[in-house]
């Protein structure tokens, strides 16, 4: 029987955790720091949980510099709950904001005229952005359509597609040129309720290297933030699912609306999901008998933004030993980076030191500049799928042989043998894929680096 030290593991999600957290939850799992039960045997509503709570928030706040204007939720559901939850939330924020708005320009009092107003807004000019540049944006935008759909066909507006750009396949990013952004109402026409992108695709092997500040730069006439707080017509509100790219490098919170994820990639195990929301979007919610009237559901409890964040995310019952595997991880993480960054606070220090998140970034390109690297010199065996400008540093999908099934399995088999493990490709798509999450050691990468380099070399004779 292999030792954990042995097996290299390189699934793609669930992922692998530090071998010090997992020593400490199985602890935790049967006699939590000596109080004789075990944390899945606690109330999620006592002191205990509370405290796991709080500190894993505060870890994450540190870790990412969250401001104070944000909100930390714990969900269920994992990314595909947040598909809808984004959906109905938002949608009830554009529409709240409207029926503000008529409420202003008609008058306290009518009731009828404001509700036909915004049903007509509604009707004519309710969009959702989304950049489709993989899988799983694929299928957010997919079920923004489905929940949207008794209001009508065309509320969902496709910015790009990878596909048209890839063959019909996913493996690039369309040049921001292309983009068919929702116009402003300040320049002509209604503006969109959110812009929604997937930061990493981890199908496809597909990451933006950066934040695509074409959705909010000066180079266009999209604002982040209105100068006037009345003006939210011309407020850009960004919402990214991180799931498979959180805490992987430093990220400015302040440019999103909403960054969510599941937490079983870089962050814990399976049963959480993390939401980081601008708080004052909590206060924006119209009455469900209006948004009845419209003819659009309000959220479902479990995914209502506001409530729960009125309910410090205990509205139901919360999985607190995935809270507390998650907690461990972010502090790990914080200590670890912090002493290899010379950084003690989480933040850039005038000597020089960068940030946890700046070096854990440094050590993602380090791996997976390692693998790039042998593919590019062994093209005639190895194929990345994607693009080079938009190569995921975390999932790293390629072919063998052109996708030569029996080559490829060859490859799996004595990877296998080597103790390399969770390598074969998504069921969609095929190939081979390294997920390359934090708790990935360089170790590990250059032992799958060995490999690569012997399976490419030619046969003796």
């Known amino acids: 029987m292999p030792s954990r030290d042995e097996i290299h593991y390189f699934g793609a999600g669930p992922a692998p955790l530090p071998t010090s957290v997992l020593e400490a939850g199985a602890r935790a799992f049967v006699n939590y ?66 029926r503000r708005r008529a409420q202003k ?11 036909e107003r915004v049903r007509k807004e509604v009707k004519e000019e309710l969009k959702l952005d989304y950049l489709v540049t993989g899988s799983w944006s694929l299928k957010a935008s997919q079920e923004a359509a489905n929940i949207l759909e008794p209001l ?26 292309t983009w068919k952004l929702t116009p402003k109402k300040k320049d002509g026409g209604p503006g969109s309720a959110f812009v929604y992108y997937c930061d990493n695709e981890t199908v496809d092997g597909v990451e933006f290297p950066h934040f695509p500040s ?44 909403i960054i969510y994820g599941g937490a079983q990639k870089n962050i814990g195990i399976t049963d959480t999901t993390i939401v980081i929301i601008r708080k004052s979007l909590l206060a924006q919610q119209p009455p469900p008998p209006f948004l ?48 290899s960054s010379g950084d003690t606070n989480g933040s850039k220090e005038a000597g020089g030191a960068v940030s946890p998140l700046s070096r854990q970034a440094e050590i993602s390109a380090e791996k997976a500049n390692i693998i790039y690297d042998i593919l590019d010199n062994n093209a005639e065996v190895y194929s990345v799928c994607p693009e080079r400008s938009v190569r995921s ?69």
């Not at 004789?36 to 796991?52: D, F, M, N, T, Y």
């Not at 009508?152 to 493996?171: E, L, M, P, Q, Y």
């Open 393 to 461: 540093r975390m999932n790293i999908c390629f072919r063998i042989y052109g996708g030569d099934e029996s080559k490829e399995k060859e490859f799996l088999d004595g990877a296998e043998k080597r103790g390399l493990q969770g390598l074969k490709g998504h069921r969609s798509v095929g190939g081979i894929r390294v997920s390359n999450y934090n708790a990935v050691s360089v170790d590990s990468v250059r032992k799958l680096a060995l490999w690569l380099v012997d399976f490419a070399q030619p046969p003796m004779t």
């Open 152 to 177: 009508g066909k065309d509320h969902v507006n496709i910015v790009t597609d990878s596909r048209v750009a890839g063959g019909g396949k996913f493996g690039t990013i369309a040049h921001k040129s």
């Open 214 to 257: 074409y959705l909010a730069n000066e180079d266009t006439s999209v604002t982040l933030v209105p100068k006037d707080p009345e003006d939210d017509e011309n407020e850009t509100l960004i919402v990214c699912d991180m799931s498979s790219n959180f805490v992987s490098r430093p990220v400015d919170v302040s440019k999103y609306a």
């Open 105 to 115: 320009d008609l008058g306290e009092g009518k009731n009828a005229e404001i509700l």
């Open 292 to 339: 009845h009237s419209l003819g659009m559901f309000s959220p479902p409890s479990i995914l209502h933004y506001p409530t729960i964040a009125k309910n410090a995310s205990l509205y139901n019952t919360l999985p607190i030993f995935s809270i507390y595997i998650a907690g461990l991880v972010l502090k790990s993480s914080l200590q670890t980076l912090s002493s």
């Open 33 to 98: 720091e000596d109080t004789g039960v075990g944390l899945p045997e606690i109330s999620h509503r006592s002191a205990l949980a509370s405290k796991i709570m709080t500190d894993t928030k505060e870890s994450l706040a540190s870790l990412m510099q969250i401001p104070d204007s944000y909100e930390i939720l714990f969900l269920h559901g994992g990314g595909t709950g947040q598909f809808a939850a984004v959906v109905f939330n938002m949608v009830a924020v554009w529409i709240e904001r409207r």
